[in-house]
Every structure is written in C-alpha cells, then in structure tokens.
C-alpha cells in the first residue's frame, strides 16, 4: 500500500505546477500543502506557463487529485499543469562575494551579510510595499538570528527576500550555494 503514503520531495515521478492570479494565492497555497504534509516548492514557472503571477506550486504530479482536493475551495488557482522533460523552471538565486562580505540575490531582491560576524549589512532591491519594513527589521541582525521575511512581509519581494537569507543560511553554516 506505499502509493497511498504521502512522497517525500526525492521521490519525483514527475512534477507538475500550479499556477495563481496572485503571490498571495500562491504563499497560501504553499502552506496548506505544507501543512498536510506534503512537499512542494515556490518557483518561477518558466515564461510559457505564467499565468498572472511570477510565482507557481511545483508539486509530484502523482499528487495532483490531493493537491487539487487540499486547495479547492480554499486558494483559487489559475491552473495545474505537468512539466515535460526537463522545462526550465528558473534559477532565481545567484551569489556573489566581495572581500569581507557576500551578498545573496533571488529574484530582484539582495542581501549582503559580513563573512566574518554574519550580520546583514544591506537589502535592496524590489518596489513592494513592504520592502522598507522588511529592511528595518533585518539589517544589524545576525543571519542566524533574522526573522523570516516570509512571516513578517506580505508580497513577491518579501518571498525572494526569504529565498536569500536561507541561501545566506546554507553559506553561513558551511553549506554549498544552491546555484550560481
């Protein structure tokens, strides 16, 4: 009876997106299927598959009568799609290091943390309406100590925010860099 256990995010018989009208649409989204146990990820659907938002629901296709159960009537979503082959969702993150500091970019949204004290000097970037806030609480914070631009913001530039610091994470504690 394993096909009725819920999959882990290495398990992939195949990947399908859902996509949303709006960013809102697709964070809610995330944490209901989140929140039953099931994984998926945010991504930038490739420039085919966009349908009102830069942001889609990448999910194993093989859960997709759950994944549909789970978001109907909660989220409205624009469609579900399967992706072929290798269709090219995009890579967002890209890392650069200055001397004394690294700084992170996903999407148009940049943090740059000093390599030796891990303290985030700077965000920039974006135009949403949160992104001030979003600046004051997180520069002078330690990156292990910053709180997730996911939970305080509201907006696409608040996610692509949050995609920065985990990858400013996964730098500071050692880890490779997703991408770059």
């Known amino acids: ?15 399908g997106l859902v996509t949303f009208a709006g960013v809102e649409d697709a964070l809610k989204a995330e944490k209901i299927v989140r ?3 099931y994984s ?20 194993n296709l093989v859960e997709q009568p759950v994944i549909e159960r789970l978001l ?19 890579q967002i993150v890209k890392v650069t290091h200055f001397p004394g ?6 999407g148009n949204m940049k943090i740059t943390f000093d390599k030796s004290s ?11 309406p949160d992104i001030p806030y979003l600046h004051a609480r997180l520069v002078g914070c330690k990156i292990t100590e910053a709180p997730r631009p996911r939970d305080i913001g509201f907006t696409l530039c608040a996610l692509m925010l949050d995609r920065a610091l985990e ?12 991408c770059c």
């Open 1 to 15: 009876m394993r096909w009725f256990q819920k999959k882990s995010g290495s398990e992939k018989a195949g990947r």
């Open 35 to 37: 929140s039953a146990g």
């Open 167 to 178: 990858e400013c994470l996964s730098l500071w504690k050692g880890g490779e860099p997703d």
């Open 72 to 90: 109907n009537p909660e989220v409205p979503y624009v469609g579900i799609y399967p992706l072929k082959g290798t269709a090219g969702l995009l």
């Open 118 to 128: 891990g303290v985030i000097v700077n965000t920039s970037g974006g135009g949403c």
């Open 40 to 59: 998926c990820a945010l991504v930038a659907p490739p420039p085919s598959l966009r349908k009102g938002c830069d942001l889609a629901l990448e999910f």
């Open 101 to 106: 500091h690294t700084m992170v970019k996903a």
